[in-house]
Structure formats: structure tokens, C-alpha cells
């Protein structure tokens, strides 16, 4: 080769090394692909053989190439490392019918290496970059959470008192108020706000763990009896009906018995709030060797795809105002955690929710 011939491939290497440079500095973290689709062209356009060459970038997920790949091809290739660790790799094709492995320069194949390192490094940049929005999400989760368990504690101390004192006094007003009179009906309403209120307040210290716990090796199979005597007339008010699976035997399980009743409760009061005319709620518990499962399903209209990740959020309903404080489920949530278990939703087919609480065995 002569050595003008040898200085003009020389400035097409250069070239495309700045222009992979710029490329990457200017890439769009959200459009990848054509960053990379831009880098392939880049490398084509420096080789000797340019319109002859096809360019091919593989990295999962990303496939490109820079033009139609002929059927038999013969090429060089150089890894794509990322975190020294192979993700993929650049190939450079040449038609097999008209070239051989010779045609490639040397000078070609370090462009393709240093193309290659620095391919390496912008996905290392991208995997940094979502590695790092996944961790603010996660803290930023974290402290919203912790935070709202700190406020949540204090305003539920606060209001204890002063509910306790609306209820006492409305109470002896009520004891005072013998006669059925507007009076006496006005009372009862400040007296089931004050209870309704005193239940919100006592969810609240449920959900900031303000609660003392009582976890003793007890049979819950009874537990769950003894609730479900109590939701009995709730569910013949609302018209709905209910079949409980128990195993056999007892189900022993370390567990705060009061608690385990408040998850029973909060869970089969959703479900009869949700439940149509006629609606069947199941309440299953099985035991394997390691778990013991509790599954809780109705008949209503289930939980659409985009409520699902929210449904466990502090605060989150969809019960029309005065129903529900969206509560109910964050408390569920902190007790099935404090003993160790998980609950799960999935939907019941054809219709309907399913909680799944899942307790591991000691
Ligand atoms: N069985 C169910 N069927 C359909 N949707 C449900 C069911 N259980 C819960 N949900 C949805 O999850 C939301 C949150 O439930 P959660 O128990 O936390 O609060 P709530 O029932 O609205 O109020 P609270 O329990 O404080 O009275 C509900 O408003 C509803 O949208
Ligand atoms: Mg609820």
C-alpha cells in the first residue's frame, strides 16, 4: 500500500474513533439501540472496503446491524466486555464470495478492538445508571415509608386522648338523655364517628408498629374459628356466603392470636365488601412440611393490574369516602411481616381476589 493510501485509511480510523467518541457522549440513555445503530455505521464507513462491509453489534437485549448480512460472510470479531465480563461482541463481514480474511487491515482490527472497548464502557455507564435509579427508587420508598410510620405513630398518640374524651362525654350525655329525641340520635351519631375514629387510630399504631407484640406457640385452627363465629352475622347482613377448609388436626404456629384475628378480620371484611349477592368467600389453611398457607378468596371484581402494586400503600382505597381509610391492607401487610410470612395477591378465576399468607414453620 502506498503511503498516501496508508495515511487516508489512517484518518478513516481516526475519524471513526472520534466519531464513536462523540457518539457516545452524546447518547441518549432511553435510545440505546441507535446510539449503537450510529456506532456500527461509524465503523463501516472507516474500513477500506466500506461499501462492501455490513457491521454487526450484539449485546442482549440489543441486535444490530449496519446493513443486509450476505449468506456466507468471513469476519473479525472482538468481544464487547462489560464489567470484565463478555456481553456480546462487534463483527465486521465482508461478503465471503469476494474476500478473504486478508482483506482486513491491521490497523481495522484495533479500531474494532478499541470500538469494542469503548462500546464496553457505555454499557457499563447504562448499567450503573440503572442500577442507581433502582436504589433512589428503593430508598426513596424506604423513607416515605419511615417516615409516615413516624408521623402516623405521633398523630395516633395525639388523637388517642381527646377521642377517648369526645366518647366519654358523649356517652355520659347519652346516660343523661334518657328520651328518644333528636338529642339522643345526634349523640349516637358523635358516638359511632368517635368509634369509627378510635378504630382508624388504632389501625395507624397497628401500621407504625406501635403495638405490643404477643407471639406464642398456639393452634390457629380454632383462631380461626372463633373469627369467623364473629364475621357471621356480617356476612348473613350482606347477604354472602362463606366456606372455611381446616385441616384436621391443629395448625401450631408462633403467632400473636389478637393480631392473627385483625388480619382474618381486615382481610374477609375486603372481601365481603367486594363480594356480589350470593358471592362465595373460601377461606382455606393447609400445611406442608415447611409453610402454613391461609387463603382468603371471594367472587367480587378482583384488583385491576395497575391497583395491584398499590393496594399494600398506606392510605390507598378505593371504598368510597367514609367506607375505608385504605388501611386495612398496610396493617395486614406489617403483621404478616413481623411474623415472618408474605402475603401474595392473585387473582380468582373467573372472578374475584385471592390473598395468599404464606407462614414458614420454625
Ligand atoms: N377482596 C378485594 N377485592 C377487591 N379489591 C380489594 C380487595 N381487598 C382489597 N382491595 C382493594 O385494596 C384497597 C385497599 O384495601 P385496604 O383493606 O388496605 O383498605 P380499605 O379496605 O379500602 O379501607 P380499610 O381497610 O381501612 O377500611 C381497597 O380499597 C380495594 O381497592
Ligand atoms: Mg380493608
Do not use: W
Not at 435509579?133 to 381527646?162: F, Q
Amino acid at each position: 500500500m502506498t503511503l498516501e493510501k496508508n495515511l487516508k485509511e489512517r484518518i478513516k480510523e481516526l475519524t471513526c474513533l472520534y466519531e464513536v467518541s462523540s457518539i457516545i457522549v452524546n447518547n441518549d440513555y432511553k435510545e440505546l439501540d441507535k446510539t449503537l445503530f450510529s456506532i456500527a455505521l461509524s465503523l463501516r464507513k472507516s474500513l477500506q472496503y466500506s461499501k462492501n462491509a455490513t457491521v454487526e453489534i450484539i449485546s442482549e437485549p440489543y441486535h444490530l446491524i449496519s446493513s443486509a448480512l450476505p449468506s456466507k460472510t468471513v469476519s473479525i470479531e472482538s468481544t464487547i466486555n462489560v464489567f470484565n465480563e463478555p456481553k456480546g461482541f462487534i463483527k465486521i463481514h465482508y461478503p465471503a464470495k469476494k474476500f478473504t480474511k486478508k482483506d482486513f487491515l491491521t490497523e481495522e482490527k484495533k479500531l474494532l478492538k478499541n470500538v469494542a472497548i469503548n462500546v464496553g464502557d457505555l454499557l457499563e455507564r447504562v448499567a450503573i445508571r440503572e442500577n442507581e435509579a433502582v436504589v433512589k427508587r428503593k430508598m426513596e420508598h424506604a423513607d416515605r415509608l419511615g417516615i409516615l410510620g413516624e408521623i402516623t405513630a405521633g398523630i395516633a398518640h395525639e388523637l388517642n386522648t381527646p377521642l377517648a374524651n369526645i366518647l366519654g362525654f358523649a356517652e355520659l350525655l347519652k346516660s343523661k338523655e334518657t328520651d328518644n329525641t333528636q338529642t339522643s340520635k345526634d349523640i349516637d351519631k358523635i358516638i359511632n364517628s368517635a368509634i369509627f375514629s378510635r378504630e382508624v387510630v388504632k389501625k395507624l399504631m397497628f401500621f407504625a408498629c406501635e403495638m405490643p407484640q404477643n407471639l406464642g406457640q398456639t393452634d390457629i385452627v380454632p383462631v380461626i374459628n372463633e373469627a369467623m363465629n364473629l364475621l357471621d352475622p356480617t356476612f348473613k347482613k350482606n347477604e354472602v356466603k362463606y366456606k372455611v377448609t381446616l385441616p384436621k388436626g391443629e395448625v401450631l404456629l408462633k403467632a400473636d392470636t389478637i393480631q392473627l384475628t385483625q388480619v382474618i378480620f381486615n382481610l374477609v371484611l375486603n372481601a365481603i365488601y367486594f363480594s356480589p349477592k350470593d358471592g362465595l368467600i373460601k377461606i382455606t389453611l393447609e400445611e406442608t412440611k415447611k409453610k402454613i398457607i391461609l387463603k382468603i378468596s371471594d367472587e367480587g371484581p378482583g384488583i385491576s393490574a395497575g391497583n395491584v402494586q398499590k393496594i399494600f400503600q398506606p392510605f390507598f382505597t378505593t371504598k368510597t369516602v367514609g367506607d375505608g381509610s385504605g388501611l386495612g391492607l398496610s396493617v395486614v401487610h406489617g403483621i404478616i411481616r413481623s411474623h415472618r410470612g408474605t402475603i401474595d395477591y392473585q387473582p380468582n378465576i373467573p372472578t374475584g381476589a385471592t390473598f395468599i399468607i404464606t407462614f414458614p414453620k420454625q
